[in-house]
Antibody
Framework: EVHLVESGGGLVQPGGSLRLSCEAS????????MHWVRQAPGKGLEWVAY????????HYVESVKGRFAVSRDNVKNSVYLQMSGLRGEDTAVYYCARDPVSGSAPPFDSWGQGTPVTVSS | DTQMTQSPSSLSASLGDRVTIACQAS??????LNWYQQKPGKAPKLLIYEASKLETGLPSRFSGSGSATYFVLTISSLQPEDVATYYCQQYDSFPYTFGQGTKLEIK
């Protein structure tokens, strides 16, 4: 069974940093690109970042460029989101989701349960 | 960036009704569109991918149609467990973008 488990969320002051983790199990992690998606309280979904299977292709939403960095470790079956220069508008639940390279499954077919991030003084 | 516009923003329907939710893309995205269902406090759940393909194991009352810039999610006969917020998402080009959501309630 596919499992994605996010961790690392919490309360952080404006300007601070936080590192989110997403640990995968139940599938061949190295064959999937990964995404981070967030949802501010009471708001809709916002795609945040993408990392390819090897980590050599990365994309971000404009609002986090230069502040967030996505990475992965295919040995540890994990993807990370290093967040710095955090702002109030980054307050959200952060989800990871998988995206197959081949057509073996549809993109975003599995999501983690989310980890909440609150940016406040 | 490709903007995704859903309509309506909210919808109230009776059990057994046919429900349709529309999603319009600001540019041609071919068939690279997903539909999700999200219930409060839960992660989004993929319903439809590539605009019209039903995710494995889901009830056939859910269907999707459309291509290029106009897409529709249809629930053929509304059930109590369908109360949720529904989102469309394009994955044709980065940044991937979501519609603003449609909140579905029972009348």
């Amino acid at each position: 069974e596919v499992h994605l488990v996010e961790s690392g969320g919490g309360l952080v002051q404006p300007g601070g940093s936080l590192r989110l983790s997403c640990e995968a199990s139940g599938f061949t992690f190295s064959k999937y690109s990964m995404h981070w998606v967030r949802q501010a309280p009471g708001k809709g979904l916002e795609w945040v970042a993408y990392i390819s299977t090897t980590g050599n292709n990365i994309h971000y939403v404009e609002s986090v460029k230069g502040r967030f960095a996505v990475s992965r470790d295919n040995v540890k079956n994990s993807v990370y989101l290093q967040m710095s220069g955090l702002r109030g508008e980054d307050t959200a639940v952060y989800y990871c989701a998988r995206d197959p390279v081949s057509g073996s499954a549809p993109p975003f077919d599995s999501w983690g349960q989310g980890t909440p991030v609150t940016v406040s003084s | 960036d490709t903007q995704m516009t859903q309509s309506p923003s909210s919808l109230s329907a009776s059990l057994g009704d046919r429900v349709t939710i529309a999603c319009q893309a600001s540019q041609d995205i071919s068939h690279y569109l997903n539909w999700y269902q999200q219930k409060p406090g839960k992660a989004p759940k993929l319903l439809i991918y590539e605009a019209s393909k039903l995710e494995t194991g889901l009830p056939s009352r859910f269907s999707g149609s459309g291509s290029a810039t106009y897409f529709v999610l249809t629930i053929s006969s509304l059930q109590p467990e369908d109360v949720a917020t529904y989102y469309c998402q394009q994955y044709d080009s980065f940044p991937y973008t979501f519609g603003q959501g449609t909140k579905l309630e029972i009348k």
